[in-house]
């Protein structure tokens, strides 16, 4: 069964660091772009990383531009997102999701082939 599954939400102070998990189970990840999304509470989803197959090249938007960082162990068929200093706006649900095929990452839900469940990261004092 082809499916994505997140892993290392929690709760954590503003300043902290978390590292989410994104473990891809019944297709080979290394010949998908990955993407990290992200939903706040009465806020549309966002597209926050993406990571390409090809030349493992990054993107990021504005917010976590500096914070965050993104990787992907092929052998491991996960990736990952780094995330530091961390700010009580970056509470949301984080999304990892597969595309294949192209060289950019799509922006929006519909481009991506898998995605996964959502761990809930809360930034709180």
């Known amino acids: 069964q082809v499916h994505l599954v997140e892993s290392g939400g929690g709760v954590v102070q503003p300043g902290g660091s978390l590292r989410l998990s994104c473990v891809g189970y019944?297709?080979?990840?290394?010949?998908?772009?990955i993407g990290w999304f992200r939903q706040a509470p009465g806020k549309e989803l966002e597209r926050i990383s993406c990571?390409?197959?090809?030349?493992?090249?990054?993107y990021y938007t504005d917010s976590v531009k500096g914070r965050f960082t993104i990787s992907r162990d092929n052998a491991k068929n996960t990736a990952y997102l780094q995330m530091n200093s961390l700010k009580p706006e970056d509470t949301a649900v984080y999304y990892c999701?597969?595309?294949?095929?192209?060289?950019?990452?799509?922006?929006?839900?519909?481009?991506?082939?898998?995605w996964g469940q959502g761990t809930q990261v809360t930034v709180s004092s």
């Open positions: 999701a597969a595309e294949r095929g192209g060289y950019y990452c799509s922006d929006s839900m519909p481009g991506y082939d898998y």
């Open positions: 990571i390409r197959s090809t030349d493992g090249s990054a």
């Open positions: 019944g297709f080979p990840l290394d010949y998908y772009k």
